[in-house]
């Protein structure tokens, strides 16, 4: 009899614990999914900067397994702004933007008020993409060895100029200088200027070299380097008037692969830095080195980078300042799978080849 | 004291492996799995919708664009996204997506056939023809990329800029 209780005790004890395990489980799966759903609903009219930066806090939060964070998309809109002169009758529209919904007009006055305007445009985007400091993206396949590793790309702003008003403001597009205005103009309600917010706590940290080293996967699986001298480096220029986008690219890796470490080494970046440089508008005319690395998936993560940095701090053609480089180099994601790389925020013209050169995929919302 | 489906353990206690705990084993897989079939369908919905959006926006631009030509007259415009989508045309004699009926029809959809575009973004047109070459359709796989719109009065030819 006594046996018998024991028994009938043990296993009612055996029930409840691998019942209460299930419960618990099912529970916090169901939970998990109630969250997922919650948030994909829209309960009050936010801004659309809330909401994009909801979706990247979001993103940048799950797991980094079987392209997991696809599952929450983000949700950034490209915002358009026609920069005009301030005009009090006669406002005329932006020719790029004809027949476009929500269009914000910016009416300005002078050369500093466009600087201003680009300045708070890279800053807004760069807090709304997490700083560079969250992994929005996940490549399974080049997690594991296969495929390639793709720069992606969110375009937060397109900036057109109606360069007729302007000129009768007396604006001059070509003396537009935003790195200058970055250095010496605080944030608003900040004792910061706006260089110091983007390159961190101490300064750029930018080591310029003549002839950079790429390191390129070749056919055999094997690395071999490829060397490029910068000074061959030929840069298209874009016009004055051309529209701007700004433009936040990443690029991660897991940490087995060597490529962006190797690049930041070589350009004195290190572990953890950030940068912000001048930047020419327009694209970077391929050589033969660049394009043999542009089509090996090895190497587009390195000379995307590489190029975007060293080139641009070289001021090879320093005419036309509007463009900056900002970005952050180093560990793109909390928790125990650290992920190397990249992410930049920069101005570009708004043409297609020119954003090819950065970006393989284009998530925002045009 | 008979043994059937009853396994002993050290202890002299009894786990029923052909009863009640492989049935609820069984029910917990199942739940289980039914989760992760719903997570996953959360997951295509969500990507999709976002696919979508970026599909309706583009369609709109294009349609802008179309609309804001002169009679006679070649524009480019600039495709971002959706990545690996396709721009499609349905003529009016043709089955085309519900939301064009009777019309000619534009679409931007995931792949070329009526009901996959019934899920995309479409356009309808009132006695425009468009030519998007050989295959009816301009995949989008290289997105960006730039497509080239020739107006010539009521006939529209859609290239992509190589």
Not at chain 1, 137 to 147: L, P
Not at chain 1, 282 to 290: A, F, R
Not at chain 2, 74 to 90: L, R
Request: with cysteine; proline share 2%; glycine share 6%.
């Amino acid at each position: 009899m006594k046996i018998n209780f024991k028994m009938e005790k043990s296993k009612k004890k055996a029930e409840m614990s691998s019942t209460m395990l299930v419960t618990v489980i099912l529970l916090v799966i169901s939970f998990g999914i109630l969250i997922l759903v919650i948030s994909r609903l829209n309960f009050n009219a936010q801004s659309e900067y809330d909401t994009c930066h909801l979706s990247v806090i979001e993103r940048g939060s799950l797991f980094d397994f079987f392209n997991l964070k696809e599952a929450a998309p983000l949700s950034c809109k490209t915002k358009k702004i026609c920069v005009r002169g301030d005009e009090l009758i006669d406002k005329e529209k932006c020719d790029e933007f004809e027949n476009v919904k929500s269009v914000d007009y910016a009416n300005v006055k002078s050369n500093d008020q466009v600087e201003k305007l680009i300045s708070e445009e890279m800053i807004t985007c760069w807090r709304m993409m997490g700083e560079g400091r969250l992994s929005l993206y996940s490549d399974v396949s080049a997690d594991y060895g296969i495929g390639d590793v793709s720069s992606n790309c969110v375009i937060c702003s397109r900036i057109a100029f109606n360069e007729k008003t302007l000129e009768k403001k007396g604006v001059d597009l070509k003396d537009i200088n935003v790195l200058n205005y970055m250095i010496t103009h605080k944030i608003p309600g900040q004792n910061m200027s706006y260089y110091s917010y983007l390159s961190g706590d101490s300064p750029a940290k930018i080591s310029v070299k003549d002839n950079l080293i790429i390191p390129v996967k070749n056919e055999t699986g094997g690395i071999e380097n490829i060397s490029i001298n910068l000074k061959d480096i030929q840069i298209e220029e874009a016009n004055a008037a051309d529209e701007v986008a700004i433009l936040y690219m990443q690029i991660s890796t897991p940490t087995k692969m060597e490529a962006l470490g190797n690049v930041g080494k070589l350009v004195g970046l290190g572990a953890g830095g950030a940068f912000v440089v001048k930047g020419p508008i327009g694209v970077i005319k391929s050589l033969p080195t660049i394009r043999k690395c542009v089509i090996n998936p090895y190497c587009i993560g390195t000379v995307v980078l590489a190029a975007t940095i060293l080139v641009t701090a070289q001021q090879i053609n320093a005419e036309l300042n509007r463009g900056v480089v900002a970005g952050y180099c180093g560990d793109v994601s909390v928790g125990e799978n650290a992920r190397n790389g990249c992410s930049v925020v920069r101005t570009v013209r708004y043409d297609v080849q020119d954003i090819r050169q950065y970006c393989s995929v284009i998530e925002s919302i045009p | 004291m008979q043994n059937r489906g009853i396994k002993m353990n050290k202890r002299g206690e009894g786990v029923n492996l052909l009863g009640e705990d492989v049935v609820k084993m069984i029910i917990s897989i199942i739940g289980i799995a039914i989760l992760f079939f719903l997570v996953y369908l959360i997951y295509q919905s969500a990507t999709q919708n976002r696919r979508l959006e970026q599909a309706e926006r583009t369609l709109e631009g294009i349609t802008s664009t179309i609309n804001s030509m002169e009679e006679v007259e070649i524009k480019s415009y600039s495709i971002e996204s959706p990545k690996d989508w396709n721009i499609v045309y349905f003529q009016l004699d043709e089955a085309s997506p519900s939301k064009c009926f009777g019309k000619d029809c534009l679409c931007i959809c995931e792949e070329d056939s009526v009901e996959e575009c019934n899920r995309g973004a479409c356009s309808s047109f009132n006695n425009i023809i468009f030519n998007l070459g050989d295959n009816k359709k301009i995949s989008l796989e290289d997105a960006p990329l730039e497509i080239i719109i020739d107006k010539n009065k009521n006939k529209i030819i859609i290239t992509q800029n190589e």
